[in-house]
């Protein structure tokens, strides 16, 4: 198979919707999972086995594996455990940087209505404090993928923000096996996960979300998996937070002529292993560049182990080797393409970052492959797929923090406000807001409700 380069500008309408309108299959997924939730969240646990029965193959007896955790530390190779901890630390450090800070301060100088400022009363403004503050929620469910590959990884950066956030409970869901995959439950335990539950699909989304007599329910549900995954994530919305609905790994890379290209098909060939729906991208102004990309593409599919599947993303209809007239028609592309990962490996790499909204996590530079940020430079790797990171950003820190407002006024401040406020509230219609500030200077009685 030699993959053929076709020229942006010369791209049919269908194949520009295939790029750019990337289908993760959720929609197709919906009735399936809509009807496992239902039953998890009637049956609990009894659901939960027999769909572990049905779709995994594996009669689950405790679906709590927590304990196996542990041993599982113990038992791995010493270098696995001590590439997991490395990573675990960088992604631990890079979050700690994310922790925003309570603050409140004073606010003396605000505008003062007319009618406040010629009334006589008070000639200087009062004083408002205001401020924001930051706590983590109670309890989230992180999904681990399985099926094909095991995703330790995935475990490590659900886990370790929200942990990094403070959250009290966090419970990690991952498809059973004959045993669970002893990678990812030491990934679990070093962490830091609370709970881990031998469930995966569209019912270990189910499980996490609203509880079952072993599993209990959580706030928020994060992590990427599978159409049915998503599929449920979107069923469960609205009853719990989730992170966003992500669908197959995607990488874009903007290449010019100064690029590797075995760099850039390395990046592509391996972005392609992941899954058959994968969506790989190399665009480059550079016809010479292009076609050496796509040479070495095919060259270093053969004799990967997972060579089928990567065969069949690179078929993709939003797959494929580029070419741009120009570095900025690639970047056009590239902004309306919004990656997942997107590599810019060109001369001036920095110039072209700066060009650059809409990408979920973007990796600079020929020292730099997106397989260094899924495992362990130190961002995260859960991120929008799909265009949507022209809304929206990767898990961080944040996803697991509430915020709130807080403020405190003197006389003076409301006084200052009073008519900006009494004003407003009676063009809304809302009196009685009115009277909750009258009230406060007039000395009447009566009801002061607030919003």
């Known amino acids: 198979m030699q993959l053929d380069v076709r020229e942006v500008a010369e791209l049919a309408p269908a194949e520009r919707a295939a790029f750019f309108e990337r289908d993760a299959g959720v929609a197709e997924a919906r009735s399936d999972a809509r009807d496992i939730v239902s039953r998890v969240r009637e049956e609990g646990d009894v659901a939960v086995r027999n769909f572990c029965r049905e779709f995994d ?51 003396g100088e605000g505008r003062v209505s007319e009618a406040n400022a010629t009334s006589g009363e008070r000639r200087s403004p009062g004083r408002r404090e205001l401020g924001r503050r930051f706590r983590p929620l109670d309890r989230v469910g992180v999904y681990a993928p399985g099926g094909t590959a095991a995703y330790p990884s995935s475990v490590l950066m659900g886990v370790v923000p929200a942990k990094v956030a403070g ?7 991952t498809p059973p096996g004959d045993p669970v995959n002893p990678i990812t439950l030491a990934a679990a335990h070093i962490a ?79 972005q392609a292993e992941h899954d058959e729906n994968a969506s790989v991208v190399a665009v480059t102004d550079d016809a010479e560049t292009a076609e050496a990309i796509a040479e070495a593409v095919e060259r270093r599919v ?11 993303a690179l078929e993709n209809d939003a797959s494929g080797v580029l070419l741009a007239r120009s570095m900025s028609e690639a970047v056009l592309f590239a902004e309306e393409y919004a990656a997942e990962h997107l590599s810019i490996q060109a001369d001036d790499d920095e110039a072209l970052l700066d060009r650059i909204s809409n990408a979920g996590s973007v990796f600079l530079g020929p020292h730099t492959p997106v397989a260094a940020g899924d495992y362990a430079s130190g961002t995260n790797h ?19 923090l509430r915020s709130t407002t807080v403020q405190r006024l003197d006389e003076g401040a409301l006084s200052d406000l009073s008519s900006t406020v009494e004003t407003l509230a009676e063009a809304e219609g809302l009196e009685a807001h009115a009277e909750s500030v009258r009230a406060r200077f007039e000395g009447e009685d009566g009801d002061a409700g607030g919003k």
């Open 302 to 312: 053969d004799g990967r182990e997972r060579a089928e599947t990567i065969r069949g």
């Open 57 to 107: 193959g594996v009669e689950v007896g405790n679906l709590d594996v927590t304990d196996d955790a542990e041993r599982a530390f113990e038992e791995i190779d010493d270098d696995v455990r001590e590439a997991i901890e490395a990573a675990a630390e960088n992604i631990r450090e890079f979050h700690e940087r994310q922790m925003p800070e309570d603050w409140r301060e004073s606010f």
């Open 167 to 173: 959250v009290e409970h966090v419970a990690v869901a």
């Open 382 to 400: 859960v991120l929008p797929t799909s265009g949507g990171a022209k809304r929206y950003g990767g898990l961080s820190v944040e996803t697991f």
């Open 192 to 270: 830091g996960a609370d709970r881990i539950y031998s469930v995966g699909g569209a019912q270990g989304i189910a499980a996490l979300a609203y509880g079952t007599e072993t599993v209990k329910a959580v706030q928020k549900v994060v992590g990427p998996g599978n159409k049915w995954v998503t599929a449920a994530k979107a069923e469960v919305r609205g009853d719990v937070d989730i992170d966003f609905l992500a669908g197959p790994s995607e990488v874009l890379v903007l290449a010019d002529d100064t690029c590797e290209p075995e760099y850039v098909a390395a990046d592509v060939v391996a």
